[in-house]
């Protein structure tokens, strides 16, 4: 019941989405050139036409804010509730590919990719700015005080906690359903099949892609403008390089041709390699700070911080600030799913991609619960570490006058070793962005061929170019709150696919079902028709 998921089969499928196969390119001309269109436009005002594209950025963010602001708020929690209920359900015992088949990557490896890919150069940039911010400003307590140190981590934690994950399951988990069980392409529209049938290989379907490599290439480019902005502070902190635009976005072009080089080596030699070794300097970088900052704090802080989020989740998931202006809000939550659900489409196709094989039961598990427990340490390490010094120490990472993204440099000051720990910082951050703009540019180019899973390297060298190209733009018309902006416009669209895309789901799993339940009850009735065949034959021969 698993479905045709011959490789023939596959290609077949991506014929019929209208993927053309010339010149050693492969590509859908439907979802491809429009997507091209739409982004060399928004390049070229914003390059031609900064402090419009600017202002303009500005009012569709208070725009979003205002009149959708409860729609992103229910839509997150209607995905939580959802993935949970997948998990509890019968559903969850379904293996994603034939029924037989084996997972393709070790725990270590799997675990790596999909930290790299889902969090990566946001959790850097945020882990100590945000607890600070919150700790001076939060939205419902006066700030600077112990109980709002408390307030800050929980809120922290929220915003990078289990929701985040959910998004990306419910694309994740569509994704590698339709196509490693039922022979679909590896392809947002894929997810419809169950609702649009065939159609998803026409209009309907290349406009889904469409909306998914806008959101995804948005998406994509607000964690590496945030990259470069810290990667930025962290060069001004050991060498007298100032803080700029320009010198950003010469980052960008350095990095992104770094990042090609990866793109080149494809995912196995590249972007699994560069997870990896990630994860080691990450992990030396996070276990330095938790020894030598204090340590008997931090654990304490883990434990505490975990137990207010998990208490206040409910109240935490639906507050909306409707009796404030909802400004803190938009800065913050609505940013960050607006962010989540613009990246869904490149963390959840990454993540399907390298789950082929896993029980839906393990996918779930598996995503939602251990990068959120490494993101949490990661948080209380970092966060915590900095509210320490500012609460019960000498102070100077809220009140030093630091910028968020020079945050996390001044914080490091404050333990031993800070030149070598900020090489680390850097080294780090720069890996994440390298990670991020590969997985992101073959998701990119996976959605505009049409579900080939594996595109041309020189096409994905196009997109990495690309994202390089869009996060430039963002930075110069108007650095963080241009990246707030897109990634909450982009999302806004792509919040709607995902609703649709839970009901697709949940049809295809109960048609499945209930052709087993048909299958099994044809099956008995075979074998009890076979064996009062036998008891005939045999009170015959008796006779």
């Known amino acids: 019941m698993g479905g045709d998921v011959s490789p023939a089969n596959t290609r077949n499928r991506r014929v019929e989405a209208g993927v053309t196969w010339k010149g050693g390119f492969r590509l859908n001309p439907w979802t491809f050139f429009p997507s091209i269109a739409v982004i060399g436009v928004f390049l070229v005002l914003g390059v031609a036409f900064t402090e419009l594209t600017e202002a303009v950025f500005e009012v569709i963010q208070d725009?979003?804010?205002?009149?959708?602001?409860?729609?992103?708020?229910?839509?997150?929690?209607?995905?939580?509730?959802?993935?949970?209920?997948?998990?509890?359900?019968?559903?969850?015992?379904?293996?994603?590919?034939?029924?037989?088949?084996?997972?393709?990557?070790?725990?270590?490896?799997?675990?790596?990719?999909?930290?790299?890919?889902?969090?990566?150069?946001?959790?850097?940039?945020?882990?100590?700015?945000e607890p600070i911010f919150h700790y001076l400003a939060p939205p419902t307590m006066e700030g600077g005080t112990t109980a709002a140190a408390r307030e800050a981590m929980r809120l922290t934690f929220f915003h990078w906690g289990i929701h985040a994950w959910a998004i990306?399951?419910?694309?994740?988990?569509?994704?590698?359903?339709?196509?490693?069980?039922?022979?679909?392409?590896?392809?947002?529209?894929?997810?419809?099949?169950?609702?649009?049938?065939?159609?998803?290989?026409?209009?309907?379907?290349?406009?889904?892609d469409t909306f998914a490599i806008f959101g995804t290439m948005f998406g994509v480019a607000t964690s590496l403008g945030l990259g470069v902005m810290q990667v930025n502070a962290g060069l001004s902190y050991l060498a007298p390089i100032e803080i700029s635009t320009t010198v950003q976005i010469l980052l960008i072009a350095g990095i992104t041709a770094i990042a090609t080089v990866s793109v080149v080596l494809g995912l196995d030699r590249g972007i699994r390699r560069l997870s990896n070794f990630n994860m080691v300097v990450a992990l030396v970088l996070i276990l330095f700070v938790f020894i030598a900052g204090p340590t008997t704090f931090l654990l304490d802080a883990w434990v505490e911080n975990t137990g207010l989020y998990l208490q206040s989740l409910v109240q935490s998931s639906f507050w909306i600030d409707a009796y404030g202006d909802g400004e803190w809000l938009g800065d913050w939550t609505l940013f960050y799913w607006g962010w989540w659900i613009a990246w869904s489409p490149f963390v959840g196709l990454f993540i399907a991609r390298i789950s082929r094989?896993?029980?839906?039961?393990?996918?779930?598990?598996?995503?939602?619960?251990?990068?959120?427990?490494?993101?949490?340490?990661?948080?209380?390490?970092?966060?915590?570490?900095?509210?320490?010094?500012?609460?019960?120490?000498?102070?100077?990472?809220?009140?030093?006058?630091?910028?968020?993204?020079?945050?996390?440099?001044?914080?490091?000051?404050?333990?031993?070793?800070?030149?070598?720990?900020?090489?680390?910082?850097?080294?780090?951050?720069?890996?994440?962005?390298?990670?991020?703009?590969?997985?992101?540019?073959?998701?990119?180019?996976?959605?505009?061929?049409?579900?080939?899973?594996?595109?041309?390297?020189?096409?994905?060298?196009?997109?990495?170019l690309t994202e390089g190209a869009v996060a430039a733009v963002l930075l110069l018309a108007g650095g963080l709150m241009a990246l707030r902006t897109a990634a909450i416009t982009t999302g806004l669209p792509f919040a709607i696919v995902l609703v649709v895309m839970c009901w697709s789901l949940f049809t295809a799993l109960r048609r499945e079902r209930r052709e087993r339940e048909d299958a099994g009850r044809g099956e008995g009735a075979r074998s009890r028709g076979t064996e009062e065949r036998r008891r005939e034959v045999g009170s015959t021969a008796g006779g």
């Open 63 to 129: 725009g979003i804010v205002t009149t959708f602001g409860w729609f992103y708020i229910a839509a997150v929690s209607f995905f939580l509730f959802f993935v949970v209920a997948l998990l509890f359900s019968p559903y969850s015992r379904v293996r994603l590919g034939p029924d037989g088949s084996r997972p393709e990557y070790s725990y270590a490896s799997w675990f790596a990719m999909l930290f790299s890919a889902g969090m990566g150069i946001g959790l850097v940039f945020f882990s100590v700015a």
């Open 168 to 208: 990306y399951i419910v694309v994740g988990l569509s994704l590698a359903y339709f196509s490693f069980r039922k022979g679909l392409p590896l392809a947002i529209r894929s997810a419809f099949h169950p609702l649009l049938g065939d159609r998803i290989h026409g209009p309907i379907g290349n406009t889904i």
């Open 357 to 464: 094989g896993r029980t839906m039961r393990e996918f779930i598990v598996g995503v939602l619960l251990v990068p959120t427990a490494l993101t949490t340490f990661w948080l209380t390490v970092f966060g915590n570490t900095a509210l320490h010094r500012e609460v019960l120490g000498a102070g100077g990472v809220a009140t030093g006058g630091a910028t968020e993204e020079e945050m996390l440099f001044t914080m490091l000051q404050g333990l031993p070793l800070s030149a070598v720990t900020s090489v680390l910082a850097i080294l780090v951050i720069i890996n994440f962005f390298v990670t991020s703009s590969d997985s992101g540019s073959l998701v990119i180019d996976m959605l505009a061929s049409g579900g080939d899973p594996d595109p041309p390297a020189a096409q994905r060298v196009f997109w990495a």
